[in-house]
C-alpha cells in the first residue's frame, strides 16, 4: 500500500493540531512514578518520546487530587512537583515531534484506604465494586492485590470541589505543557460511577434520571473547557458496554448517545470510546457506531484489540477518525513505522506492565535495532 493511499497515514486536524497520522497511543498506566509524591520523571519522559511517531499520545491516567488516587506508583498533576516532572515529559515529546493530551483520572471507589491515609474511597454512592482489586504497595514495599474499600457516597458540597479540582488539574496540565487534557470518564472511575445506573442510586440532583446521572459528566466536561481555556483541548473516554471494575448500565446504547450528545453540546474536540480493557470486550455494534457519528459531532477514537487491517476498515466505513492501540504501543516504540511497513510486532511482557523501572518500559526494540 502506498503512503498516501493508506488510511492509517492520512494527516488529521484535531482542532489546530495537526495530526500526522490516524494512530493514537491510549493512556495506559505503568506504575513508574518516583517516590515519595508520585512524580513523573526521566524515565517515563523516555518512554513518552521513544512512541512520539504515534498521532497523538494519551498520558497514562494522573490523578487530580489526593483522594483521587487508586494504584500504588501512578503519578499526579496536582503537586507543583507532578506538574513540574510532567513538564520534562511534554517536552520530551515535543522534542520528538509528538503531540500529548493528559488523561485527568479520579479512580472514585476504585481505591484502598491504604492509598488514602486510612480514607474510605468516595463515589456516586455507597456501593461496594465487590470482587475488583486494586493495586497497593504493601508495607513492606512489594506490590499486592486488594479487593477496593467500601467507599462513601459524595455530600453535594462535596461533589462541586471535586469538580473545581478537575479545573485545577487541567489548569496544571497547561502549565505542564500537554497540548489538551481527557476526562476519564471510562472504566469504571468516578464520573462513570455516576453516569452508569447500576452504580449510581442517588436520589437527588446528580443521580435517578438519565439527565441527572449524566450531570456530574456535564460539570466536570465544563471545568475541564474552562480550565484549559478552549474546547477543542478537552477530549472525554467513555466506555458504553465494558462492564470493567462493576460499572455497567442498564440501557447503554441510550445512556451513552445522550452522554455523546451532551458533549457535543459542550463542543468538545473528541470521545475516545473504549472497546475493551484487557479480555472484557463485548462486541460494539456497527449501528451503535453509526449512532455516535450522527450524535458527536467531533472526531472518535476507538480503541480495542485493533490491528492495523482493522483500524483501515474502520477508517474506511467512517465511523472512526483515529484508532488507538494499546498493547502494541507497550512493545513496539516505533509502532506507526511497522504498521506503516507491514513488519512484525514485539509482544509485551504482562509481568513489567505495571511497576519496575525501564526493563519493559524503555527497552523494546525499534525496527531498526530488531
Ligand atoms: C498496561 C495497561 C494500562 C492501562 N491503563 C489505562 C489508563 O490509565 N486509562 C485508560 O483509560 N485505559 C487504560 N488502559 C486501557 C487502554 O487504554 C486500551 O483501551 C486497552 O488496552 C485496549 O486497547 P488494546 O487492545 O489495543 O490494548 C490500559 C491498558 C493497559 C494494557
Not at 43 to 72: C, D, F, H, N
Not at 135 to 144: K, L, M, V, Y
Not at 233 to 251: K, Y
Amino acid at each position: 500500500m502506498s503512503a498516501t493511499s493508506d488510511a492509517l497515514f492520512q494527516p488529521y486536524a484535531l482542532g489546530d493540531l495537526e495530526l500526522p497520522n490516524r494512530i493514537v497511543m491510549p493512556p495506559m498506566t505503568r506504575s513508574r512514578a518516583s517516590q515519595p509524591g508520585d512524580v513523573p520523571n526521566e524515565l517515563m519522559a523516555e518512554y513518552y518520546a521513544q512512541r512520539a511517531s504515534a498521532g497523538l499520545i494519551v498520558s497514562e491516567g494522573t490523578w487530580i487530587s489526593p483522594l483521587g488516587k487508586g494504584y500504588a506508583w501512578t503519578p499526579g498533576i496536582h503537586s507543583p512537583a507532578q506538574v513540574a516532572g510532567w513538564r520534562k515529559i511534554t517536552q520530551a515529546v515535543h522534542a520528538a515531534g509528538g503531540r500529548i493530551f493528559a488523561q485527568l483520572w479520579h479512580v472514585g471507589r476504585l481505591s484502598h484506604t491504604s492509598l488514602l491515609d486510612g480514607h474510605a474511597p468516595v463515589s456516586s454512592s455507597a456501593i461496594q465494586a465487590e470482587g475488583v482489586n486494586v493495586f497497593i504497595a504493601e508495607s513492606n514495599g512489594t506490590p499486592g492485590f486488594v479487593q477496593a474499600s467500601k467507599p462513601r457516597a459524595l455530600k453535594v458540597e462535596e461533589i462541586h470541589a471535586i469538580v473545581d479540582d478537575y479545573r485545577q488539574a487541567a489548569r496544571n496540565a497547561m502549565a505542564a505543557g500537554f497540548d489538551g487534557v481527557e476526562l476519564h470518564a471510562a472504566n469504571g472511575y468516578l464520573v462513570n460511577q455516576f453516569i452508569d445506573s447500576n452504580a449510581n442510586d442517588r436520589t437527588d440532583a446528580y443521580g435517578g434520571s438519565l439527565e441527572n446521572r449524566l450531570r456530574f459528566l456535564a460539570e466536570v466536561t465544563q471545568a475541564l473547557v474552562e480550565g484549559t481555556g478552549d474546547r477543542r483541548r478537552v477530549g472525554v473516554r467513555l466506555a458504553p458496554l465494558t462492564t470493567l471494575n462493576g460499572c455497567s448500565d442498564a440501557d447503554p446504547e441510550t445512556t451513552y448517545l445522550a452522554a455523546a450528545k451532551l458533549l457535543g453540546t459542550i463542543g468538545v474536540a473528541y470521545i475516545h470510546i473504549a472497546e475493551a480493557d484487557w479480555d472484557d470486550a463485548p462486541h460494539m455494534p456497527v449501528a451503535f457506531k453509526q449512532k455516535l457519528r450522527a450524535a458527536f459531532p467531533g472526531t472518535l477514537i476507538y480503541a480495542g484489540k485493533y490491528t492495523a487491517e482493522r483500524a483501515r476498515a474502520a477508517l474506511g466505513e467512517g465511523w472512526a477518525d483515529l484508532i488507538a492501540f494499546g498493547r502494541p504501543f507497550v512493545a513496539n516504540p516505533d509502532l506507526p513505522a511497522r504498521l506503516r511497513a507491514g513488519a512484525p510486532l514485539n509482544t509485551h511482557d504482562r509481568a513489567t506492565l505495571f511497576g519496575g523501572g525501564a526493563h519493559g518500559l524503555t527497552d523494546y526494540p525499534a525496527l531498526a535495532a530488531a
